[in-house]
């Protein structure tokens, strides 16, 4: 199956900040999502991004398919934004593979 | 849209019990996904159906692990007999394979625990 590996696995990160998250995987795809799961353990949809560049508010996301990789941007970090964000890719089906995620813990 | 529901949000159950986990996707999806999530596995795709017939069931644990979906708004994760190793949340998810896009949205789980 493919193989995907997310960096870092933690972060911190003072309010204001700005972040950069990171998606590796092994084999082309036609689905790659990034999701925020929140202290409660829901998954939220952030972006449905399997190639480009898309923005949502202080989130945006990238994606360079041929090269196999995606890109989150959390800009002015917020509290709210504390959780583990996954990034899940598919090829066929929208059957998810999901990376390990990475832990960010916005302190005030 | 109401999104992705599951039932019960909370379950609680002892060794041996049968337990059954319910579901319903977003309408007018036509693809549903089983996933468990756990410290030790992270999230894991259990099963899929694509209008309503299983197409890959390689993520179900063992044969107490059984998987429904009697019509396109319905489906169910059964475990008989439930083990405490099988606490877990477990997800639902629903995409749409008509449109081409195969983005997938996630219920808000069942909390399982087994004691």
């Known amino acids: 199956g493919i193989q995907v590996e997310q960096s870092p696995p933690d972060l911190i990160l003072q309010e204001g900040a700005n972040s950069t998250l990171r998606c590796n995987f092994s084999?082309?795809?036609?689905?790659l999502q990034w999701f925020h799961q929140n202290p409660w353990g829901q998954l939220i949809n952030l972006f449905y991004i399997p190639s480009g560049t898309k923005q949502n508010g202080r989130l945006s996301a990238t994606t360079v398919a041929t090269e196999r990789y995606s890109l989150l941007y959390i800009s002015s970090s917020q509290t709210t934004d504390s959780g583990v964000y996954f990034c899940?890719?598919?090829?066929?089906?929208?059957?998810?593979?999901f990376g390990a995620g990475t832990q960010v813990v916005v302190t005030p | 849209d109401a999104g992705v529901i599951q039932s019960p949000r909370h379950e609680v159950t002892e060794m041996g019990q049968e337990v059954t986990l319910r579901c319903k996707p977003i309408s007018g999806h036509n693809s549903l996904f089983w996933y468990r999530q756990t410290m030790m596995r992270g999230l894991e795709l259990l099963i899929y159906f694509n209008n309503n017939v299983p197409i890959d069931d390689s993520g179900m644990p063992e044969d107490r692990f059984s998987a429904k979906m009697p019509n396109a708004s319905f489906s169910t994760l059964k475990i008989q007999p439930s083990e405490p190793r099988d606490s877990a949340v477990y997800f639902c998810a629903s995409s749409s394979e008509r449109t081409g896009l195969t983005e997938a949205f996630f219920g808000q789980g069942t909390r399982l625990t087994v004691v």
């Open positions: 899940a890719v598919g090829a066929r089906w929208g059957k998810l593979q």
């Open positions: 084999d082309s795809v036609n689905n």
